[in-house]
């Protein structure tokens, strides 16, 4: 399984990006998805996750209320919309996919993208 992560890039504070990650799996919709996300000298955190099929999902504190995730299994695609960007919200984005259900420990997942940049200027 190979995920690929775009959609990165540099924003002003309040703007918005959509990042997007294709996953190359035979039944997507077996894999539960999660996104996350590391900043400079930070340890590794979870932002999003949604299961197979999309009925279950769970934000972080951090970004409820201004992140959406959703995915595409036509496409295998997961998306994770960003609104109201802070600069708190600086860091590498990873997608990851692991079969079964989503979780937030980043332990508990197999397969991982090469992460896509967001960088939030005040």
């Known amino acids: 399984v190979q995920l690929q992560a775009s959609g990165g890039g540099r924003v002003q504070a309040g703007g918005s990006l959509t990042l997007s990650c294709v996953v190359s799996?035979?039944?997507?919709?077996?894999?539960?998805m999660g996104w996350f996300r590391q900043a400079p000298g930070k340890e590794r955190e979870f932002a999003a996750i949604i299961s197979g099929r999309g009925t279950n999902i769970f934000y972080a504190d951090s970004v409820k209320g201004r992140f959406t995730i959703a995915r595409n299994n036509a496409k295998n695609t997961v998306y994770l919309q960003m609104n109201s960007l802070k600069p708190d919200d600086t860091a590498a984005y990873y997608c990851?996919?692991?079969?079964?259900?989503?979780?937030?420990?980043?332990?508990?997942?197999?397969?991982w993208g090469q992460g896509t940049l967001v960088t939030v200027s005040s």
């Open positions: 799996a035979r039944t997507f919709s077996r894999y539960g």
């Open positions: 990851a996919a692991r079969e079964g259900l989503p979780k937030i420990d980043a332990y508990e997942y197999d397969f």
